[in-house]
Every structure is written in C-alpha cells, then in structure tokens.
C-alpha cells in the first residue's frame, strides 16, 4: 500500500493544504483563513441557522476554532499571534495545521510536510522543535484522533522550486540551474536563491513586507480622505485582486490615488532581496509565486529589466502542491523514516533528490 503523504502551508493569512489525491493523481487544494479564536469551553453547536464551516481543536486546555467561516467566531486579536518568528512553536498554529488536518479526513498520515518562513527555517532548533511537536497522535475535533507518524519542515518557497521543475517538465535542467524563487504573501515576502535543489543559504531570506503591509497603507489613505479609522483590511485585500472599487461608507470608493504610497511596500521589500541577491546575473530562472505575487509582480519586473519572470498558475497553492510532489516521491523511495537525506544533520538544506 502507498505511504499516506499529505503537506500543509500554515501562512500568517492562509493555511493551504492538500486535501486528499484527485483521480488523475494530482493534489487537491483547499484553503482556510490563517485565524484561530480560542475558547474555554466547546461552543453548543449551530442550534440556530446554518452550520458554520469550522472546527474545533483541542490544544493545552483550551479549544480553538478554525476553518473557513472563522470570521463569524475570531476576535481581531487573535490573528496578531502568528506575528513573532517562533510562530510555529504557538497553539494557534498547531490548531491551523490540526485543523488543516481535520479536513484531510485521514486516521494516519505517513509524511506530513510542512512549510515555515525562510528566516523561521534558519533557526534549526525551532524547526526540530516543530517537527517533534507535530510528530505523533493529536486530538481532532468531535473525538477524532490522527497518528502523524513523520514530519518534514521545509522552507516554504523551496515548495514552489519542485513544483516549478514538475509543471514545466524542467527537472533535469533544474538540478544544474541556479533560480530565484519569491513568495510574497500576507505578512512576510520570502525569498530563496537555489543552486540546484540547494538553498543557498546567505542569499536567502525573508522580510516583513506582506500584502498586510500595503492593505494597512491603503486604510491609512481611506482613513485620511474620510476622516475616519477605517480598518477593513480584507475588503481592501478583494478589491485589489478582483480590480473593483470597494464600497465604503454606502459608496463605490476609488483606492486608485492610494496606490502610488501602496506600491512602494513591494519596492522595498524586492530592494532588500536585491542586497542578498545582486543583480542575478548568474540566475537561469526567476519564479513568482505566492498569493500575493499579482501585486509585487511589478516592482520584481523592475528590479530585474533583462529576466523574463516566471509566475506560476494558482500562485497561492505553488508551494504546498510542492511539498506534496516531494513528500511522495521522498516516501517512494525511501522507507519514510530512515530517509538518509534527512537524517543527516549535517546537510539539512539538502532537498531529497528522489523530491524532483
Ligand atoms: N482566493 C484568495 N483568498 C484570499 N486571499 C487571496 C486569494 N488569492 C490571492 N490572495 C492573496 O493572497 C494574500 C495572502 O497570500 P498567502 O496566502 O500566500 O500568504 P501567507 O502565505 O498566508 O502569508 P505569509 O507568507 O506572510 O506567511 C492575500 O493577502 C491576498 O491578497
Ligand atoms: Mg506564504
């Protein structure tokens, strides 16, 4: 029987997961907001209306809510706890992956792949710690247990590199090319020079420059021009991607005179990849990636006049359809468990060459 292999992106926005193998072999991906709303007890469930799309986790005493309608239980101070570097070392995130699996819909789970932050990836005893932690059985919601029997953390957009060389049949080339992989998303913009499978390490990085960053400065404009303290983030965040005016105060409201102050957040951030990166002149492949990789498409493209840039389809799910593809092929070849690649402490960037 096959290894049961399944990857999930726990991101400061969105939790990304793949949620079971479609018929053709390919991974089907879901997602949820990257918000867990903690309480004492277990909430009496929907005796009114419509269920609402969550479920509940148990973690250290206390029972958290996550999934796709979290918005109808979160207060607004709980998404702030997935800021700080050790994030993934916090019960919310152990609630968003527990949740993630929870809709997996699995009793055990061979290999478990996970992302994490590339300056989070860089601190290796926050990744043994997470691995240790997620290792082993969890309680789900409603009295549902899995067995996580491996767990493999990964820097995120290391994900996006396998799926990149997959989707454009680009293997071979790939393991002799050096590539720039940028993932911008919610709150940090990753990066990661590869040499090969290989993250180089010094030129790899991420900052604090997210897609939070430029909604924050565009609410500062609204608030500005409307005399207010307008906070909708999200309204703003699909405004942008959909290209509509969002409605404010009863009214379609134009962000376009806000845009100028936004864009400059995607400037500095690719400004400070180009102090690790210089100007790429040895880079074969520059690949976008990320859910918000349609607004700093632009300032990438600026920095890097004479690449062509590569941006990848459903850019928000690049790097957990990657660790899926890896995750597989890893437990094809070897026992999963007594992976040497893995074992050994001294090669931890090493990607597992069966990944590709
Ligand atoms: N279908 C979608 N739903 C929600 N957001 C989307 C969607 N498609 C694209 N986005 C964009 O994706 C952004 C978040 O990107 P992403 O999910 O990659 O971030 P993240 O990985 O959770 O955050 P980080 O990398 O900072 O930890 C949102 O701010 C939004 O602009
Ligand atoms: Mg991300």
Redesign the pocket.
Known sequence: MNPVVRAV?V????T?FIVGIKEDGTPQCD?FP?QAAPSESLRDQDAWGAKRKTTTVPIEGLFYEVGPDVHLAADVFSANMLQNDHYCLTPEYMALLLGAVHYMQLEHIDLLVVGL?VATFKQRRWVAALEKKVQGEHQLGNGKRVTIARVKAVA?PTGALMYYGLAYNRVAELRKERSLIV??????F?WIVSHGMQQVEKRSHSVNR???DV?QSIADGISRTTASQYRDYDVI?RA??EGKKPVIFQSDYDIAPHLAMALKIPEQAVAEMTRYVGDAADLKNIILV???A??YRKALKAAFPRHMITELKDP?FANVKGFQYAGTAFSKTHQVGVGPELENPEVPHVLPRSAL
């Open positions: 992106d991101g400061r926005g969105n990304k997602m990257s932050p995120q993932d911008p998303g919610r709150r940090t990753d997210g897609m939070f909604l965040d942008l991607r990320g859910g918000a349609f607004f928000i």
